[in-house]
């Protein structure tokens, strides 16, 4: 699903669904601390995930971050969540890369010439998930 197809929700119906007037959204657009979806109109379309964008803010507003924590905040949680992913994938092509290398008896070795080094199995624990 593309963007245009998640973006359903007019301001006006998206500042009702977070309680927020439609003026203070377009605040927190003006500050950079969200960019809905623009139609070639120019009319604003709010996602679900701006929905849970704006309970964020007005979560971390209402405990005294100022607009420049806050999105110092966003941006933190963009980039871990950019780091996790990356995470995910390199593990996954390791997990593959492993599987190939594996020799008869299912084990990961690694090549030297003309000769095989057998290596224990690798048990990792995922700190990521709980």
Do not use: C, W
Request: hydrophobic share 35%; glycine share 8%; no cysteine.
């Amino acid at each position: 699903m593309n963007e245009r197809e998640e973006a359903v929700y007019i301001i006006s119906v998206a500042a009702e669904i977070v309680g927020m007037h439609p003026q203070t959204l377009r605040g927190y657009e003006q500050k950079g601390l969200l960019e809905p979806y623009r139609t070639p109109g120019g009319t604003r379309r709010y996602s679900r995930a701006d929905l849970d964008r704006l309970l964020l803010i007005q979560e971390l507003s209402n405990a005294g971050v100022n607009t420049a924590g806050i999105a110092r905040i966003l941006k933190l949680r963009s980039e871990n969540q950019r780091l996790q992913n990356q995470v995910r994938r390199l593990r996954r092509l390791l997990e593959d890369s492993e599987r190939r290398r594996a020799g008869p008896s299912g084990r990961a070795y690694v090549q030297f010439g003309s000769f095989r080094t057998n290596l224990p199995d690798i048990v990792r624990d995922d700190p990521l998930e709980d």
